[in-house]
């Protein structure tokens, strides 16, 4: 079973490119681990988030893109202000 959360990227997207940083529009940051390279520009696209439970890894698919590339997450959320933890 495969697991989709679709979400925005924030800011400018420019494309695949391997090593790259995406910031999501929920704060959380992902490294771009595949070999996929594909100069794309978007301002705020939306994307999905690919996840596979069984194998443990995570895709990127952002709208305009003709692929979707392997990721790893890097980051938290970004910290929201105070309130309960």
Do not use: H, N
């Amino acid at each position: 079973m495969q697991t989709v959360i679709e979400t925005r990227v924030s800011g400018e997207f420019l494309g695949y490119e391997y090593d790259r940083l995406y910031t999501l529009e929920d704060g959380s940051v992902w490294r771009q681990t595949g070999w996929g390279s594909e100069p794309v520009y978007r301002d705020r696209p939306v994307c999905r988030l690919l996840y596979a439970p069984d194998r443990g890894l995570y895709w990127l698919d952002v709208e305009g893109t003709s692929s979707v590339v392997q990721v790893e997450r890097v980051g938290r959320k970004r910290w929201k202000g105070p309130g309960p933890y």
